[in-house]
């Protein structure tokens, strides 16, 4: 399955694909279609970095 890594690191972070699609400001369709083929390593590396920073986020108002 194209860009595997980025489904696995939203389902152990327990981060729903619309939660990502909210940070990137699209619609979470529009994530869903292009997950559905292969990203370029650049792209990869800036939703990982991404889904940090929301776990993080989620983190912060956690302990609040």
């Given amino acids: 399955m194209a ?3 980025i489904r ?3 389902r ?3 981060i729903k694909y619309w939660e ?3 940070a990137l400001k699209i619609h979470p369709g529009t994530l869903s279609a292009r997950l559905r ?3 370029p390593e650049a792209e990869i590396q800036r939703l ?3 889904i ?3 776990r993080n986020k ?3 108002e956690v302990l609040k």
Avoid: G, V, Y
Wanted: proline fraction near 0%.
């Fill in 20 to 22: 990502l699609a909210d």
């Fill in 58 to 60: 989620k983190e912060r």
């Fill in 3 to 5: 860009n595997q890594i």
């Fill in 37 to 39: 083929h292969d990203l």
């Fill in 8 to 10: 696995d690191a939203l």
């Fill in 12 to 14: 152990e972070e327990d």
């Fill in 48 to 50: 990982l970095i991404m």
């Fill in 52 to 54: 940090k920073d929301i």
